[in-house]
């Protein structure tokens, strides 16, 4: 069970991200309570992986491998909520910010292996070529134009009359795709004579 962080683990944490390392005794003055106090709260924090203590200094844990690699196309950090994941072949897995730089990815893989990506609606984990897009509609959680994932047509279709875009299937929506990039790339030689 995760409980709510006390407002002071809050402030810990606020001036361990402000100032990369903090020596504990400098929180315990801050914080105006005993180095106990501070331990009690960092040990909590420690466990729950959000610091790593060492030294008499506090600073943010390095994190692992694969949430430090940033979208495999553009680099950005990876939102939990659009999530994608690309499973090579041989074992490698890589991570995209949203649909839109997944399906860019898979579309320029010549082995795209497996592919993973997060339901918008409710975060649940679907098979990219069962998954049904919303492409072009107005929630810009990432890129544009924004392409976000449904497990069912049902849903995406519904969110389409919210929030417009297209309800598209897998291969329609890599179609789509395909024409913006030739659309954005007009002097791009090797696309040329390519349908
Ligand atoms: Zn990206
Ligand atoms: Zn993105």
Do not use: W
Not at 2 to 29: C, D, W, Y
């Amino acid at each position: 069970m995760t409980q709510r962080p006390s407002l002071r683990e809050k402030a810990i944490l606020t001036e361990v991200r402000r100032r990369g390392v903090v020596s504990i005794q400098a929180l315990a003055e801050r914080l105006e309570v005993s180095l106990m106090t501070i331990h009690r709260d960092l040990n909590k924090l420690v466990s729950e992986g959000s610091v790593e203590k060492a030294r008499g200094e506090v600073r943010l844990p390095k994190r692992p491998i694969d949430a430090e690699e940033g979208c495999l196309m553009c680099g950005k950090p990876v939102p939990v909520r659009t999530a994608f994941v690309i499973r090579r072949d041989n074992g490698e897995q890589h991570r995209a910010c949203c649909a839109h730089c997944g399906l860019m990815a898979l579309m320029m893989a010549k082995e795209p292996g497996q592919a993973m990506a997060t339901d918008f609606l409710f975060g649940h984990i679907v098979s990219a070529t069962q998954a049904h897009y919303v492409i072009g509609s107005t929630v810009n959680v990432c890129c544009v134009p924004s392409v976000l994932s449904f497990s069912s047509r049902d849903d995406a279709r519904r969110f389409t009359r919210g929030y417009g875009g297209r309800a598209l299937g897998y291969a329609e929506t890599l179609e789509h795709l395909k024409s913006l990039i030739h659309a954005s790339m007009p002097h791009h030689g090797e696309g040329r004579g390519v349908d």
